[in-house]
């Protein structure tokens, strides 16, 4: 459920998710990376308990907005300097830009750090250096997944060819003869995030629009699938920034 509050003349917009499952007695609030303010409230809370609650934190809640929006702006743009935060299957890593004459551009994972090796100080070369890492990245990974999770899709009958496409507000889709075509942003995400994603575009081989039997069939290959659905939006705009 979407609702908003107006405060003075701002208007603040959040989103409400009832948690049926758990045992939450009050109103919890949250607001993400990117800003947006989710609700967390237990099925017995009325919509006005909900606002009352949210009217009450509102100068909180506007301060962590403001702050997560200047963070936003810091992101953009990259500069692919050493220390920028990178992340890799779900896990943020520290870029280190090492600078050693004559040799061939190469990236590798070590402990903390995703170190990018470049023979001249050129950002295009880091650049081109972390984008082509991640793409090789995410063939494999993205192969060893829908590899591993084909398997278990009865109404497969093999494991589907992957095609990867950078794509700017899109993780993936799926043609009718049966064609995946992943982002490989997605390889930044957790696995759990991945599988969503994956599990999504492989159901649609079965069930080829947002039916009810299309989420019947999501439920029973991920229950909670709504929860990484909301941790993955909620990272998106990082993710596809990097
Ligand atoms: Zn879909």
């Known amino acids: 459920m979407r609702a908003s509050l107006h405060y003075g003349e701002h208007v603040l917009p959040y989103e409400v998710r009832i948690q049926p499952g758990r045992v939450i007695r009050k109103v919890a609030i949250h607001v993400e990376p990117d800003g947006r303010v989710l609700v967390d409230a237990p099925e017995s809370a009325s919509e006005q308990d909900i606002h009352q609650a949210v009217g009450a934190r509102v100068r909180w809640i506007f301060g962590h907005v403001a702050a997560a929006k200047e963070r936003l702006r810091h992101v953009l743009p990259r500069e692919y300097v050493s220390g920028e935060s990178l992340h890799y299957l779900g896990r943020r890593y520290r870029l280190k830009v090492s600078l050693v004459p004559n040799a061939p551009t190469a990236v590798r994972l070590r402990g903390g750090h995703i170190e990018v090796v470049v023979p001249q100080d050129d950002v ?3 650049q081109a250096g972390l984008q082509g890492w991640y793409r090789q990245r995410s063939r494999v990974v993205f192969q060893e997944r829908v590899t591993a999770m084909a398997h278990s899709l009865a109404w497969l009958k093999g494991v589907p060819p992957i ?3 950078n794509m ?4 993936g889709s799926c043609s009718p003869a049966g064609l995946l075509t992943l982002n490989p942003h997605l390889v930044k995400a957790s696995r759990e995030c991945l599988d969503y994603v994956v599990l999504h575009e492989l159901c649609h081989l079965k069930e080829h629009n ?3 039997r299309f989420y019947a069939l999501l439920d029973k290959h991920m229950p909670g699938w709504q929860r990484v ?3 993955l939006d909620s990272l998106a705009d990082v993710l596809l920034r990097e």
């Open 168 to 171: 700017r507000s899109q993780w």
């Open 124 to 126: 295009g070369l880091v």
């Open 229 to 231: 659905k909301l941790r």
């Open 210 to 212: 947002h039916s009810p």
């Open 163 to 165: 095609r990867l496409l």
